[in-house]
């Protein structure tokens, strides 16, 4: 069973060991294997992961079941009174999906920002299982970007969904 927790900088390794294998998982088949490695190695490092570990206004977790990580999610917003949170990270080990992980990930975040009102994320169209789980979860299609994540020149459509307080 997992449950979710803050992430600490002992997680960082097996954090980009997770989102590198899911990012191979969902993305050399669009992209190609050399393109997911750029991209793992400048998004995902220890190093890139470890500079959000202490950023204000911010969230990130991981699943845990006490011997692995089966997922992590990481979330920000620019300034404590920004009404609008981003989901930069939410992915899950490739076995471990369908388990609810995600969900449980997205209810974390959904919760640590209590004056926000809007969740935004940038997701590959051709991201299939993604972007059913994100409309699965109450998110729309709000437009789109060709450089998802501000500097990788592939193109995203934009999700939102009010924050939903339980």
């Known amino acids: 069973m997992f449950f979710v927790r803050t ?3 002992p997680d960082l390794p097996a954090i980009a060991r997770l989102l590198a294998e899911t990012w191979h998982d969902t993305y050399d088949r669009l992209y190609g294997a050399e ?10 490092s220890v190093t890139a992961l470890e500079a ?6 911010s969230e990130f977790v991981v699943a845990d079941d006490g011997t692995r990580l089966g997922g992590m999610a990481y979330a920000a ?13 939410l992915y899950v080990s490739p076995d471990c999906q369908g388990k609810g992980i995600g969900t449980a990930l997205l209810e974390e975040v959904n919760g640590a920002f209590p ?6 994320l940038e997701v590959a169209p051709a991201n299939a299982k993604a972007v059913g789980f ?3 979860h109450g998110f729309e ?17 934009i999700y939102e969904r009010q924050i939903i307080w339980a």
């Open 134 to 136: 994100y409309q699965a």
């Open 141 to 157: 299609k709000v437009g789109e970007t060709s450089d998802c994540g501000g500097d990788s020149g592939l193109p995203a459509d």
């Open 35 to 44: 393109k997911v490695d750029e991209i793992v190695a400048a998004w995902h």
């Open 7 to 9: 992430a600490g900088r």
């Open 115 to 120: 004056d926000a009102t809007i969740l935004r």
């Open 52 to 57: 959000r570990l202490n950023r204000p206004h």
């Open 77 to 89: 917003r620019s300034t404590e009174h920004e009404k609008r949170v981003m989901l930069y990270q």
